[in-house]
Every structure is written in structure tokens, then in C-alpha cells.
């Protein structure tokens, strides 16, 4: 098997969420479980730190193992969807898992999947908790993929979970309000293991608070005692004070992460490093601030508010829902454009009318569809639009539609790419 036959067999004989959507998406562990099982329970040879939520469960994941390889731990880090490659997926620090590994590891255990027939995903994680354990990883960052209780993920026993904002993004797989999803991702808190909530939002606190309760689990909203005060944001990064117990515990912390939203990921990531501090980790204040300034060049990170040219400026962010949305909209007006051409397609199971009511009318768009079957088709998006007022074009190609928008696109106004994850993975520059 070559490493693209290996992953022709994945895609077609797999059910790919990231291609096909909710029928892809399986609602037990079952298959999860049966596939560790015969690989001989791997996800309990190294420890884990569980990571959940809406949005900014990326970054965080991304912002923990930055500290902890910096911190001189060898950090292994589960993420989905990949932008560009499959390999981006399970990295050890920082080095992408290597092709041949995932040849073998198809080659070897086929017979096991034709018999458990997993999903994608759940090939994936259990993929990711062998590499970990063969590469005898200190410790690794694991992003849940959908959700938290039935994620294929939430087998594992990890030192801490963190939960960051949470909003409405998959609705009719994890329900239609916030303390229903709430009560999806707070799934993934174990018994007497301790939790961290990002950012406090009174709607679905309660739903927390339970959980932990029932579990026995020590629960700690990050910003009861960790607040962050953003002094400087730029397009490549920003720079805050962090206090803790309100006393001023890192001045001047360097990000390398923009967006604003960022400041709202930073309590609970710092808050998760404190945790792990008093389990017996050894994580010095320069650690956090080598790894949080670092995180993009120490692990690999894209597509989050990321610069892709100048002149005219071009930005691209992942952001797909309606927070996310409300959030790369603030970001763009902080700039003051001159003007803004989007680029932005969706997929077919978001509330897309939902998130188009938020685009400003004055901008330009330029609709496109990603070439997944599970895009929303271009004709479907223009239509939509078209009803709420939006001015734009429509292409057939992400490529195309960015094409057009560099044509027309003024030296000292913007472009920015986005809507979809989708979208930005077909980005040549990226």
C-alpha cells in the first residue's frame, strides 16, 4: 500500500464526518472501545489532558502542548479536522505522524476493522492513542472531535478535562440549546478527576456544577481566579497581563495567537497548567510564557486568524458557527477596513441563515462551495444570501472565488476567507 492508497481505503471505506456529516457521526463507544480493546488498551499507557468545547478547543489544545513540550515533556497532540494533510492529526512534539506509520498501522489491523466497522474518526483516535504509546509520549493533548460523552475520544482517564465556551454548533447531534450541548460536552468530566471551565456563562453553569457534583469532581471556573487584560493585539499576535488571585502573576505574556477571542481561551489554559503544576508536573512560568508565545511554531497550528498576505491584507480563521462568526466580525472591524471582500462557504448541516444574518451588507462576497459532498451547494448559498441582502458572486472553487476577490481587491483593503473549516483547507497558501 502506498501512504495515498492507504488513504483512498480510509476515505471510501470509512463514514467521514469531515466529507458526509451526521450519518458518519455514532452515537455509542462501542467501536472505539472494541478497536483499543484488541490493540491492547493503549490510551492508558501515557497521560492525557481532555479537551472539550464549541469554540476555542483548538487553540487551547494547541496553547497546553506548546507549555508542556516546552516545559521538556514529550507531548503528543490529538486534533481534528486536518486542514491540509491527515498527518496534521497526531503529532508528537510537533513533528506530524510520519506516513509510513499510518501504512502499517492500516496494513496491519484491516481484518479488525472490517470486523468492528468503525467510523474515520474512530480509525483515527485509536490510531493516535497506538502512535502515542509506541512513541512512549510523556503525556498528550487530546481534542474531542464532536461533542464530549459519546465522542470516540472519552475513553480515556486524563489528569484534567477542559471545557471552553460553549454554543450552538451541531444541533441535531447534540441538541438545540445551550445547557443541552452543555450537558453533551460536560460528558466527557470523570469521577474525582479535576474539571476546568473556561469562561463563565450563567445560562449553563448549573449544568457543570452538577456533573461535578455527581462525579465528585473538583471544579474550577478558570476566570474565578485568573484574569487576563489584553495590552496589545496586532495581526500576528497579542500581548496581555495575567493575574491570578488578582495579583499581577505574568506581565507583558506574549501570544502568538490573534483574534480576540484568544483572550478568552488564555484563563482556562492557564488555569489547566496550574492544575497540572499540583499534579506533579514540572511547568516553571517560563515554560508557559516560551509555549503560549510560541504555540504556532511549536506545534504546527493553522488557520486561526492567520495573515496570508498584505496589500492587500488577507486573513483566514476557521471560525464556522455563530459565535465564531460574532467573533471574527469584531476582529475585522478592530482592524477599520477600508473595505472587506469575504470569501465564505458553509456546509449543508449549520444553521447558515442563522450566520449570514450576522455578515455586514457592505462588504463583498464572493460565495464558493468546498469540494466536500457535504458543502453547501453555491447555488443553495447565493440564494440564501441573496434573501437577507448579502451582494456577491458565486464560484464554483475556494480557489476561484479567492482569484476573484484578489482581482478586485484594493491595495490598502481587505480580504478574509472563511465561513467554513472546509473553505480554508483549500487554500493554496495555507
Excluded at 483499543?36 to 478547543?57: E, I, R, S, Y
Excluded at 469562561?199 to 473538583?218: C, G, N, R, S, Y
Excluded at 462576497?365 to 443553495?380: K, S, T, V
Aim: contains cysteine.
Amino acid at each position: 500500500m502506498t501512504y495515498q492508497e492507504c488513504l483512498d481505503y480510509l476515505y471510501q471505506q470509512l463514514p467521514m464526518f469531515q466529507r458526509i456529516g451526521n450519518v458518519a457521526f455514532k452515537k455509542s463507544l462501542d467501536n472505539i472501545i472494541a478497536l483499543c480493546d484488541a490493540l491492547g488498551q493503549p490510551q492508558h499507557k501515557f497521560k492525557t489532558v481532555h479537551v472539550a468545547g464549541t469554540n476555542g478547543k483548538g487553540s487551547s489544545s494547541h496553547m497546553l502542548a506548546a507549555v508542556l513540550q516546552s516545559a521538556g515533556y514529550k507531548t503528543g497532540l490529538y486534533t481534528s479536522p486536518h486542514l491540509k494533510s491527515f498527518t496534521e492529526r497526531v503529532r508528537v512534539d510537533g513533528a506530524e505522524l510520519p506516513q509510513d506509520y499510518l501504512v502499517s498501522f492500516v496494513e496491519q489491523h484491516k481484518d479488525l476493522f472490517e470486523q468492528v466497522k468503525p467510523s474515520f474518526f474512530e480509525m483515527t483516535v485509536a490510531l493516535a492513542f497506538q502512535y502515542f504509546a509506541d512513541e512512549q509520549v510523556d503525556v498528550a493533548v487530546i481534542e474531542v472531535g464532536l461533542g464530549g460523552r459519546l465522542d470516540s475520544t472519552n475513553i480515556i482517564s486524563p489528569e484534567l478535562s477542559l471545557i471552553t465556551n460553549i454554543g450552538l454548533d451541531h444541533q441535531a447531534l447534540l441538541g438545540d440549546t445551550l445547557p443541552e450541548i452543555a450537558g453533551e460536552k460536560v460528558g466527557i468530566v470523570k469521577s474525582h478527576i479535576p474539571a476546568v471551565i473556561s469562561t463563565k456563562q450563567a445560562e449553563i453553569m448549573p449544568v457543570f456544577e452538577q456533573k461535578a457534583a455527581a462525579e465528585q469532581a473538583p471544579l474550577y471556573f478558570a476566570t474565578d481566579s485568573i484574569r487576563v487584560q489584553v495590552l496589545d493585539q496586532h495581526l500576528e499576535g497579542q500581548v496581555y497581563d495575567v493575574y491570578l488571585d488578582n495579583k499581577l502573576w505574568l506581565p507583558s505574556l506574549q501570544s502568538d495567537l490573534a483574534g480576540v477571542y484568544q483572550q478568552y481561551n488564555l484563563p482556562g489554559v492557564l488555569k489547566s497548567l496550574l492544575l497540572l503544576r499540583e499534579r506533579g508536573f514540572t511547568i516553571t512560568d517560563d515554560s508557559i510564557r516560551q509555549g503560549i508565545a510560541n504555540t504556532k511554531s511549536i506545534t504546527g497550528l493553522k488557520g486561526r486568524w492567520q495573515v496570508l498576505g498584505t496589500h492587500p491584507l488577507t486573513i483566514c480563521d476557521t471560525g464556522h458557527n455563530v459565535d465564531g462568526i460574532k467573533q471574527i466580525l469584531a476582529q475585522l472591524h478592530a482592524i477599520k477596513p477600508k473595505h472587506v471582500h469575504m470569501v465564505f462557504g458553509a456546509v449543508n448541516d449549520k444553521d447558515v441563515t442563522t450566520i449570514m444574518q450576522l455578515l455586514p451588507m457592505d462588504y463583498t462576497y464572493y460565495f464558493c462551495q468546498a469540494q466536500i459532498p457535504r458543502a453547501l451547494p453555491i447555488a443553495e448559498l447565493k440564494e440564501k444570501a441573496g434573501q437577507i441582502g448579502l451582494r456577491g458572486e458565486a464560484y464554483a472553487t475556494v480557489s476561484e472565488a479567492i482569484a476573484a476577490a484578489k482581482g478586485n481587491a484594493k491595495p490598502d483593503e481587505i480580504i478574509f476567507i472563511g465561513g467554513s473549516t472546509f473553505v480554508v483547507a483549500e487554500i493554496d497558501e495555507l
